[in-house]
Structure formats: structure tokens, C-alpha cells
């Protein structure tokens, strides 16, 4: 085969070699460890498959996936927060993503696609290696094969939302036309068909739950439960409909009573959770790297840094005595539920509580940056959002009406009495915002309903329609592949 001279992106690098490092993470389903083998001494050991499935799992932990970068461009790039923190403080490139003035060049950017095309390298590579197991009971076989794909499904479920396009790959890349397929974008339909295949396949696979020790396993819900936000991005109205009353109409789920326990250690795998990323906050800590300390109150008696605060105009956007306010926002000079009192001359006047970990009435061993924090990925209370969304798109107001005020009557309000459809869907826009806020789906939320250049520009915010749409392909992955890649529109 003839060579071919050429720098490559990091996701044609890493879909070509895979990656099996791994570390350990919460329960006993992430406790294994690589070492050094041979092919056959591979095959042989037992523990091989839990390996390469828990290496899938692992990157969904890391610094680059769940943290800094994507708390930047998911929460404080949109209206409900403000970068925080003091004002001399960056975080690298926060400010830019907090004032729209962010490049191709921003850190954030080439944090999210590297972490996001490692968690792809590991799926594939896992893939590739399962069906290879003949020991393998075939049930628990179909599961990882499963579970990965869901994982795989994710990851690129984050990437299709953040920039369009991508690279596509459905297999460990093994040829040279494979790796510089890897470097050539497709079409956001094309990626969204992928997800669709990979979640379709392994929700099949999946069970509805597991034991106490493989909680945060994929399962057959949370194959469902991201179906449902891929049509409802796509605007297949009649799917997102079917796929959200399939799970608010399950025996599995039921909405937590009080709002403001989902964000509590003791919420964890609550009985409306569909999938969550799970950390563990005793020794060995394994938890999301920094997502609690970047956001927690920052100054004197404070707890972290002071990142992604609370906007005036989301405290404004609350109704009196909506509970979930309270849940959401800390203020500053506020006593905390575990009687922690935050310093009333703290740099921000507010932070964000659902990020929040109690260091006295929570598991906690000293390690700020790996905490028990859980990240709550999908939930009953986002599928009757949906459902409302849905029904409103398909005429149905009554049952959007239905689904809406559910979720109020546990925020403590009174019903929507909102009738026609433009009524209702800017009903379901409004409480989409309260219910889900720093869930880091808002702006994502803005950017596909159309609404993004409006609501953004309203709060100062310089959105530039026909280019903000997306983020910026990272100009460094530009640059390693050559050329290959091609940039958003506008950068």
C-alpha cells in the first residue's frame, strides 16, 4: 500500500489505536486494572471483557468530558450563568465563551472533541474485541456489546450537538483509507442516524436495571431515554412523543417528590433517574475530576472556584414560590441544608446548588477534585418536558397541558392554563428553563428551537446568527489532519 505523508487529527489518532487505559471508578463494575499481556494471555483472562467495557465507562470521568471546558461551553456560554469566579480570573478562556468572543483556538473546544473521540476509540476498540470471547456467556456478551454502544452513542451525541458534522467510525480503523476517513467530517444527519442505530441495537441488549453495586450501567431506559432527545433535536415530534411515554408510563421511573433531594448524595439512582454518571468520593476517589470544586462558592470560608454562577435573569425567570429556585441557586450570606454558611461577601452573589456537595452530611474524604458528585445525564422530569413539547408541536395542547403541570404541581404552582399551540410551546420553553437549569442543555435548548440569536442578544450576549448555531471545529484538529477537516461556517 503505498504511504501516504500526513499529519492526522487526535480522533484519527486515537480511533486508530484505541486506548485501554484504565483506572478505577466507582462500584465494583469499574474496579479493574490493565496490565501488560499478550494476545493470548488476553483472551484468556476472565476479566478482559469488564475491562474493556469499564475503559469506555472511565472517559466519561475525565477532566475534558464532564468538566471545566464543558461546564464553559454548555452553561456559562448561555443566559442563566455568568462565568464568575473573580474577575481577573479567565479559567483560560471562560470569559470568551461567557462573552461569545471565543475562536477555533479556544482550549474548550479542542478539550470536548479530544475527550469525546477517546470515549469513541474505546467503544470501537471494545467492539472489535468483544465478539472475539467464546467463554463469554452469550447474554452477558449482547450486554457490554450493548453498553458500549450506548456509551458510543453518547459520545457522539455530545460532539453532533457541540459542532454539526464529525468524523464518523463505526469500527477499529485498521487501513490507511480508514484513517483519513477519520479525518473527513460527515453530515449531522449522518451522525444522528449513527446514534440512532447504536441506541436502537443496544436498548435491545440492555436490561431495565441492575443490583445496587452496577448502578450507572446503561440501560435499556437510557437507551430510550436519549431516543427521545435525538428526535426531539430532530424534530420528530411523533417519536419524541412515543419514546417519552414509554418511560413516564413505565413501572421503572416515578418523579421524585422533592425537587431539591434529586441533587443530594441520598437522590442518587433516585426513582426518576435514567442514567447518571456516578462518582465516589471514598478512598480510592473516582469522581467527575472537578466538576463540584470549579463551581462551589469561591472567597473566604468558601469551597472552590467560584465558576458558572447563577444569572439574575434566571432568578427572574422563576415564578413566587417555585421550589426549584431554591434547589437551583445558592445566595450568597445563605446557610446551606447542612447549616454551611456561605460568606455573604463572597466575590458572586450567587452559585450554582445542584453542583453543590456537603463536606460534614455527604461522603467526602478530602479530595475536592474527585468527590462523590453524581451528574444527572437523563431524568423523568426532562421526559414529560419533552412529552409536552411533543404533544404541542402535534396540536395535542391537552396532553402537553397534562405533562407540563405535573412537573408544576410538584414545583409547587398552580396550573398552566395556556390553550393554543404558539401559547403552549412558549409555556413549555419557559418551564423547560426553571425544571432543567445547569443541566447544561440550555443553550443547546436555545440554539435548536431557533430562538438563540433573540434571547441571547436580549441579555447582552453577541450572538451572530449563521455562525453561533455551532461551536468551532478546534483549529488544532484543523491542523493536524492536514486540511482535512473543514471549519463551521463563520470561523
Not at 285 to 293: A, E, H, M, R, S
Not at 455 to 463: D, E, H, K
Request: charged share 25%.
Amino acid at each position: 500500500m503505498k504511504r501516504i505523508n500526513r499529519k492526522f487529527s487526535f480522533s484519527a489518532i486515537l480511533l486508530i489505536i484505541g486506548l485501554v487505559g484504565i483506572s478505577a471508578c466507582k462500584k465494583s463494575f469499574l474496579n479493574e486494572l490493565v496490565r501488560n499481556q499478550t494476545p493470548e494471555d488476553f483472551f484468556a483472562n476472565p476479566d478482559a471483557p469488564e475491562q474493556l467495557v469499564t475503559a469506555v465507562y472511565n472517559e466519561l470521568y475525565e477532566w475534558q468530558q464532564h468538566s471545566f471546558s464543558w461546564i464553559g461551553i454548555t452553561s456559562i456560554a448561555d443566559d442563566d450563568a455568568e462565568k464568575g469566579s473573580d474577575p481577573g480570573d479567565t479559567g483560560t478562556d471562560k470569559d470568551q465563551l461567557d462573552k461569545f468572543t471565543f475562536t477555533s483556538s479556544s482550549l474548550s473546544f479542542n478539550d470536548i472533541w479530544e475527550s469525546n473521540f477517546k470515549g469513541i476509540a474505546r467503544a470501537n476498540q471494545a467492539l472489535f474485541y468483544l465478539p472475539q470471547f467464546n467463554n463469554l456467556p452469550a447474554e452477558k456478551k449482547a450486554r457490554y456489546i450493548g453498553e458500549v454502544k450506548f456509551l458510543r452513542a453518547y459520545y457522539y451525541w455530545n460532539l453532533v450537538r457541540t459542532f454539526g458534522g464529525v468524523p464518523k467510525s463505526d469500527r477499529l480503523i485498521q487501513t490507511q483509507e480508514e484513517i483519513i476517513q477519520a479525518n473527513i467530517r460527515v453530515s449531522a444527519e449522518e451522525i444522528y442516524a449513527f446514534i440512532k442505530q447504536d441506541l436502537n441495537e443496544a436498548l435491545v441488549a440492555l436490561p431495565s436495571s441492575y443490583d445496587a453495586d452496577n448502578a450507572g450501567r446503561a440501560t435499556r431506559g437510557a437507551c430510550i431515554g436519549l431516543l427521545a432527545k435525538v428526535a426531539l433535536y430532530q424534530k420528530d415530534w411523533a417519536m419524541a412523543k412515543n419514546y417519552s411515554e414509554q418511560l413516564i408510563g413505565s413501572s421503572t421511573y416515578s418523579l421524585t417528590p422533592n425537587y431539591a433531594n434529586i441533587w443530594k448524595e441520598s437522590g442518587e439512582f433516585n426513582s426518576e433517574s435514567i442514567w447518571e454518571i456516578n462518582g465516589k468520593g471514598t478512598d480510592p476517589n473516582k469522581g467527575l475530576i472537578g466538576y463540584f470544586v470549579v463551581q462551589a462558592p469561591r472567597g473566604a470560608g468558601g469551597l472552590g472556584w467560584g465558576f458558572n454562577t447563577p444569572s439574575q435573569k434566571l432568578v427572574d425567570a422563576y415564578e413566587p414560590g417555585d421550589v426549584r429556585k431554591d434547589a437551583t441557586i445558592i445566595f450568597a450570606g445563605q446557610t446551606l441544608w447542612d447549616g454551611f454558611p456561605v460568606n455573604p461577601g463572597a466575590p458572586n452573589p450567587r452559585y450554582n446548588y445542584k453542583a453543590y456537595i456537603s463536606k460534614t452530611l455527604e461522603t467526602f474524604n478530602g479530595n475536592d477534585n474527585e468527590t462523590n458528585k453524581n451528574l444527572r445525564v437523563l431524568r423523568l422530569g426532562e421526559m414529560y418536558l419533552i412529552h409536552a413539547e411533543a404533544c404541542t408541536e402535534l396540536g395535542d395542547t391537552a396532553k402537553a397541558r397534562v405533562s407540563l403541570n405535573t412537573l408544576r404541581n410538584r414545583a409547587g404552582l398552580n396550573p398552566t392554563l395556556a390553550i393554543g399551540v404558539d401559547e403552549m410551546r412558549e409555556a413549555v420553553y419557559k418551564e423547560r428553563r426553571v425544571e432543567m437549569a445547569f443541566e447544561h442543555d440550555r443553550l443547546f435548548d436555545l440554539r435548536r428551537t431557533g430562538r438563540a440569536g433573540k434571547v441571547l442578544r436580549a441579555a447582552g450576549i453577541p450572538f451572530v446568527d449563521g455562525k453561533h448555531e455551532l461551536y468551532p471545529i478546534p483549529q488544532r484538529q484543523i491542523d493536524l489532519s492536514g486540511g482535512l477537516l473543514i471549519q463551521n461556517l463563520g470561523y
